[in-house]
């Protein structure tokens, strides 16, 4: 057993990590997160190199042909994986949950995409109800709040899992917000689409992070860190934002979301 895991026995497993494109573009410290979690749970990690975009956005905006063309070359880059982890539940929700409905009309592909979407996880449910992971070996010195993504608690049930993690990380003190549960108004496309809805949405969200008085911000979904993070920087607030699994692996002395480097 790994020291600061706790966790049944279990033979390693041969993951692959989805890494997302905000992740990759915006914030890879979640990605080396996740592998390290990942790994200290006795994973064998690799990171497809031909991985490419969930297909999420041109999904949402109607546009089926492109999710199609896209899902295909993510069935073919994650094949012969014991299991696929997304530190999205967003992104591992499009695998998990919409993937085989896009081909109706193709047996032999919706059989794979079938297969994927069986294999397919976010980080928290994976480490938590797949490997049996209680506790990690982590520090951080603050009292933190913690936002329920859209995707990963209605479509995937993530909502306990990383509350039960983050109760065995040292000097951390979790104060619930009023709302958690309350979508932060990203959506995706939809802020494109209706900006005025989402401000006033995120708006509200930024209110109910300050009312629990938590110095930290944490949640599973990058989108909904990155629209949250610029809404709490614009109001000038000193609420630090970060993905959860950069504090459960013991990360959360890198620059918060928005920060510039050098800063804490």
Do not use: W
């Not at 530190?87 to 949950?97: F, I, K």
């Not at 983050?166 to 802020?191: D, I, K, Y």
């Not at 995120?202 to 989108?223: I, M, N, P, Y």
Request: with cysteine; proline share 5%; net charge negative.
């Amino acid at each position: 057993m790994v020291a600061g895991v706790s966790k049944p026995p279990i033979h390693p497993r041969r993951v692959a990590l989805f890494v997302t494109c905000l992740v990759d573009l915006f914030r890879p410290s979640i990605g080396f997160a996740a592998v390290k979690l990942l790994e200290e749970a006795g994973c064998t990690v690799e990171v497809p190199p031909l991985q490419v975009c969930c297909g999420q956005p041109a999904y949402n905006s109607g546009d089926r042909a492109t999710t199609r063309a896209i899902a295909a070359q993510v069935i073919d880059a994650f094949e012969g994986y014991e299991a696929v982890v997304a530190p999205s539940g967003s992104c591992g929700g499009m695998l998990a949950h919409h993937y085989p409905g896009l081909f109706d009309d193709d047996p032999a592909m919706k059989a794979r995409a079938a297969n994927l979407a069986a294999r397919s996880h976010e980080l928290m449910s994976f480490l938590v109800d797949v490997l049996g992971v209680t506790s990690v070996a982590a520090r951080y010195d603050d009292a933190v709040t913690y936002h329920d993504s859209c995707s990963g608690l209605r479509e995937l049930g993530v909502k306990q899992q990383p509350r039960r993690l983050l109760g065995s990380v040292q000097g951390l003190t979790l104060r619930e917000m009023a709302t958690p549960e309350v979508c932060c108004g990203f959506g995706g496309t939809f802020c494109v689409k209706y900006p005025d809805i989402s401000n006033a949405m995120v708006g509200e969200k930024s209110a109910d992070v300050a009312s629990s008085g938590a110095g930290t911000l944490l949640a599973g979904d990058l989108g909904c860190l990155m629209n949250m993070a610029g809404k709490l920087q614009r109001e000038g607030s000193a609420v630090k934002v970060r993905h959860v699994a950069e504090v459960l692996a013991d990360m959360g002395s890198l620059p918060a979301i928005g920060e510039a480097e050098g800063r804490r």
